[in-house]
């Protein structure tokens, strides 16, 4: 049974608190788990894009992890950080990296020959040369990652909340078969589908001002 938008409307102001206190917990894990998913993709991605055989070596690997089914890794994850928000933060992890990971060495592989020539000739250091022109470069790649990673956030705490459905907004959903309370679930849901959105155009928003020139080219 759908519940029409007044008996959404009804639960969320029923409930509000209540909602909003797991909408907190559910934004905590994204951000964190979002964070580390970034500072660790970019940093991998810089490492593996300065050597072709360790990018051939490694990213099978990472690739064939990448395929395991999250939802089966989630019970695991309770086994090994235990119940909390830790094995939550590490399900955003791997279901956001991957991504930017991948977005982000197509996009330092994907410099022109020509402009590292340029920069060569000029005797650019390797650091002036990654940073003013590969990775200048790469931006407007690595920021399609970055789209990419924070809607993927959003799934990866979900998961973890419906195995551990005691906080978040993915346990109040996951609790429906017992409360029957379905206008409830669908104000959890709608409250994670506007969290998604605004995280999204937060992104969009900071690609616009440290990659200006992408829109110009792509308009």
Not at 190 to 202: D, K, S, V
């Amino acid at each position: 049974m759908f519940p029409g938008p007044p008996d959404v409307f009804d639960a969320f102001v029923r409930l509000r608190d209540t909602l909003l206190g797991h909408a907190w917990v559910t934004f905590y894990e994204v951000v964190v788990g979002y964070g580390i998913a970034v500072g660790g993709g970019l940093v991998l991605a810089v490492l593996l894009a300065a050597s072709r055989t360790a990018e051939r070596m490694v990213m099978p690997l990472i690739a064939a992890f990448n395929a395991l089914p999250k939802v089966a890794l989630a019970p695991l994850l309770l086994i090994w950080f235990g119940f909390g928000t830790q094995p939550k933060i590490v399900m955003v992890v791997l279901v956001s990296f991957f991504p930017i990971l991948v977005s982000t060495i197509a996009g330092l592989s994907s410099t022109p020959a020509d402009l590292r020539e340029l920069a060569s000739s000029l005797s650019a250091s390797w650091w002036q040369t990654f940073y003013r022109v590969r990775l200048s470069w790469a931006l407007p790649q690595i920021f399609v990652g970055l789209k990419v990673g924070i809607s993927l956030a959003i799934i990866g705490a979900c998961i973890g909340e419906v195995t551990q459905p005691e906080e978040g907004l993915g346990s109040v959903v996951a609790v429906t078969p017992q409360t029957a309370d379905t206008p409830l679930a669908f104000a959890a849901l709608t409250m994670l589908g506007i969290m998604g959105a605004a995280l999204y155009y937060l992104m969009v928003g900071l690609e616009r001002l440290l990659v200006p020139w992408a829109k110009a080219i792509s308009t």
